[in-house]
Each structure stands twice: as C-alpha cells, then as structure tokens.
C-alpha cells in the first residue's frame, strides 16, 4: 500500500521535520509520486543537514518543504523513537540508492545522476548497471564548480528532460544538493528529486562506508572523519556536540524550535 505524505508524520528535530519513516515507506511514497508525476524531492539528512539549518534559515525552509526528510542517521532514528515512532529505521542515502535501483527493474524507473567530482556520474552508471544488470540510467551530468549560468540552466532542465527520467539523484553534498533541488523541482519533468551526498562516492567505488556495525551504532561519523580528517574534522568536532546539546534543550522544554512542515 502506498503512504502518502499527508500521513506520514514529523518529528521535530530543532526546528526540522524529519519524516517518521522506514525504508518500505520510502519506497513506497516515492512510487506514488512516480505514478501520479508529482513533483517532489527528498532531503536525506543526518546532524549535519539539521544542525546546517540552524544556520541557515533557507535551508531549513527547504528541508521543511521537501516531501521527505529520511532519518540519515542514528540520532534522527533514535529521537524519532523517543518521540513515540517505534517503526522509524534509518532510511541511509547509500542504501535508498541501492534499494530504489533494486525496485526499479520491476517498474521500469528510469534514472538521471547529477553530480559528483570529474567522471564520477559515469563510472557511477557503469558500476551500477554491471551490478543491476537492466537498469535503466538515462543520462549523467558533471556540473562545473561555480554557479550555473541562466543558459546553462535552461540547457540542463532541457536535457534532463529529453531523457525522460523519472528519479534525479544529486550528488551535491549538503547543502548545495538541497538548494539545487529546491531551485529545480517543478521545472523537470522528472517527478522524483533525491540528494544522496556521498552515496555517488561510495557506491562508484571511490570511497570505503563504514563497517555495518559502525553505522548501526551511530559511530559513522567517526569512520569518516578518520578517512576524511581534513574535509570532515572541523564538521563533526563542532556540529555533534553541538546538536547534542541543542537536543538536550529542547526536550527538556527550555527551547521551543516551531516547527512549518
């Protein structure tokens, strides 16, 4: 049965409305929105996503007006749980990737990947159409580091569209890929948006994921800041404590994050 995104709840989580979901209602709410072409996109986040939009109040805005935003990671699951949702599980970008690719050789989805660094999105598509043998990956796109002209944009909705894909994956990273959706849904035909992050890195084959038990544990962050310590120290030395803390306050009722989803 599909669930449609008026009855899937929020959890507030400092002021961001994380969907009360596991994979099987990903799934299946992203099939409804293929069937009927409604536009949507889905913001796949952990605490950096959420602890981002207290930085930014447009990015929280986007965050709140996408379809979905999946549990990412352990602590969204977690505060989901407490706060009632017992059915809640992570819903992972790399997994969503997989499982969505996995759903697609029954349904016929056809796929778009946008994003990455210099051939990423294509040896993406050659990884994933060797491991699911009939998927259908209609196009690839390798955006420029820089802001995309008017032109370029209108050659890219033009693109996307001849290719008649119904899932854009955007391997932007957070939060380029949530503002990059937010600024195309609607305009594309595709009716399905999903940023996915690191998910394009992982599953191209050009970086290790954490071991299983690590990522059931809540202790990704620790294998990726130990793989990545340049790029990623900075970020969870100062967004986990942070988001701890912040959690802390507003559960006990000493801060009110109100909530616009």
Known sequence: MNTPRAAIPRVNVLGVGVSAINMGMALNTIEAWIADRSPHYVCVTGVHGVMESQRDPVLKDIHNGAGLVTPDGMPLVWLSRLAGFDHVSRVYGPDLFLEVAARSLATGWRHFYYGGGPDVAALLKSRMT???????VVGTCTPPFRPLTAEEEEALVRRIDASGADIVWVGLSTPKQERWMARFVGRLQAPVLIGVGAAFDFHAG????????????????AFRMATEPRRLAGRYLTNNPR??????????????YPGDW
């Open 243 to 256: 988001f701890v803390l912040r959690v802390f306050v507003q559960r006990m009722g000493w801060r009110r």
């Open 130 to 136: 060797r491991r699911f043998p009939g998927l259908q």
């Open 206 to 221: 050009l970086k290790k994921q954490a071991p299983l038990w690590m990522q059931r544990s809540g202790l990704e962050w």
